[in-house]
């Protein structure tokens, strides 16, 4: 079984920046995608960002040019830095993994509990 661990929300200012991590640990053999969602009050849950394996990046249009995923293969870990941030990214974001776990034939797509984000004066 994949965990998925997110860190690094909490309370900032509007234009201000916060950095989320997520770490994958448990029985691995290959992870592919991961990713970023968020949900919003009352909202459901919306793409932020993906990367994949060999670093290919995909991009909500509402965060393009002010967030960046990236993911260090070695730790399975996947990051998001989140600059001039808005009211409107208020949510909480959640991870998402895919790939194998233990073996080439035990595929796996878990999520994180989520980490909160609240930007606000």
């Known amino acids: 079984q994949v965990q998925l661990v997110e860190s690094g929300g909490g309370l900032v200012q509007p234009g201000g920046s916060l950095r989320l991590s997520c770490a994958a640990s448990g029985r691995i053999f290959s992870i592919s995608d991961m990713g970023w969602y968020r949900q919003a009050p009352g909202k459901g849950r919306e793409l932020v960002a993906t990367?994949?394996?060999?670093?290919?990046?995909n991009y909500a249009g509402s965060v393009e040019g002010r967030f960046t995923i990236s993911r260090d293969n070695a730790k399975n870990t996947v990051y998001l830095q989140m600059n001039s941030l808005k009211p409107e990214d208020t949510a909480v974001y959640y991870c998402n993994g895919k790939g194998y776990g233990g073996s080439p034939y035990s595929p796996f797509d878990s999520w994180g509990r989520g980490t909160p984000v609240t930007v606000s004066s």
């Open positions: 990367i994949s394996s060999g670093g290919t990046t």
